[in-house]
């Protein structure tokens, strides 16, 4: 079993950056594949980037390719959400989430352990 905890969310301004900590519990972390999904209100949850175990392989969603960057370090147990240039349009709860390899990383049901989640407000 994995325990998922987020941190780093915030309140900023427009063009401000900030970076999303996501740190697991337990020896297997290494073997999931790791996701950031966030949720705005009133819209589906989406998937804005994937990280395979070993982070030789990264997705980005449209919208944030080149604004944000997923990283992992396997031995602290944690995966990173780089973001910069924020936008309003990136207000959302973000949560990380783990999933076994090999499966679509967009696919929020392809993923087995989740944390509570971190609020992200940018202001205009």
């Known amino acids: 079993q994995v325990q998922l905890v987020e941190s780093g969310g915030g309140l900023v301004q427009a063009g401000d950056s900030l970076r999303l900590s996501c740190a697991a519990s337990g020896r297997t972390f290494s073997s999931y594949a790791m996701g950031w999904f966030r949720q705005a209100p009133g819209k589906e949850r989406e998937c804005v980037a994937g990280?395979?175990?070993?982070?030789?392989?990264?997705y980005y969603q449209d919208s944030v390719k080149g604004r944000f960057t997923i990283s992992r370090d396997n031995a602290n147990n944690t995966v990173y959400l780089q973001m910069n240039s924020l936008k309003p349009e990136d207000t959302a709860v973000y949560s990380c989430a783990a999933r076994q390899p090999g499966s679509n990383w967009r696919d929020s049901t392809n993923y087995r352990y989740w944390g509570q989640g971190t609020q992200v407000t940018v202001s205009s």
């Open positions: 990280i395979s175990t070993s982070g030789t392989n990264i």
